[in-house]
């Protein structure tokens, strides 16, 4: 059974910073391309980093660049998102998501999401 477990969620400051821990199991992790996205109250869903071990590659969207920093560990079937400088507009719910293969930067091609954990930050 394929499970995504996100953790590491919370409140934080302006500037603060924040990392978040997505567990993954029952599927092969290097051949899978691992996607954060993000949600806030009522905005669609959005693509903020994605790694694929295989492909050897690494994505970041534009309004997060230079601010988090995606990292996996293969032999603990983990990745990790380090928020940094964080800002009001990173508040949401963030879900990581699994697919067999690259990357992709939207959530349609992944078929596999975890519950996501809350991520506020206030002023």
């Known amino acids: 059974e394929v499970q995504l477990v996100e953790s590491g969620g919370g409140s934080v400051a302006v500037g603060g910073s924040l990392r978040l821990a997505c567990a993954a199991s029952?599927?092969?992790?290097?051949?899978?391309?691992i996607g954060w996205f993000r949600q806030a109250p009522g905005k669609e869903r959005e693509g903020v980093a994605c790694?694929?071990?295989?492909?050897?590659?690494?994505f970041y969207a534009e309004s997060v660049k230079g601010r988090f920093t995606m990292s996996g560990d293969n032999a603990r079937q983990e990745v990790y998102l380090q928020i940094d400088s964080s800002e009001p507009e990173d508040t949401a719910v963030y879900y990581c998501?699994?697919?067999?293969?690259?990357?992709?930067?939207?959530?349609?091609?992944?078929?596999?999401w975890g519950q996501g954990t809350q991520v506020t930050v206030s002023s």
């Open positions: 029952g599927f092969s992790f290097h051949d899978h391309a």
């Open positions: 790694l694929s071990a295989r492909e050897g590659e690494t």
């Open positions: 998501a699994a697919r067999w293969g690259p990357c992709a930067v939207v959530p349609g091609p992944y078929p596999y």
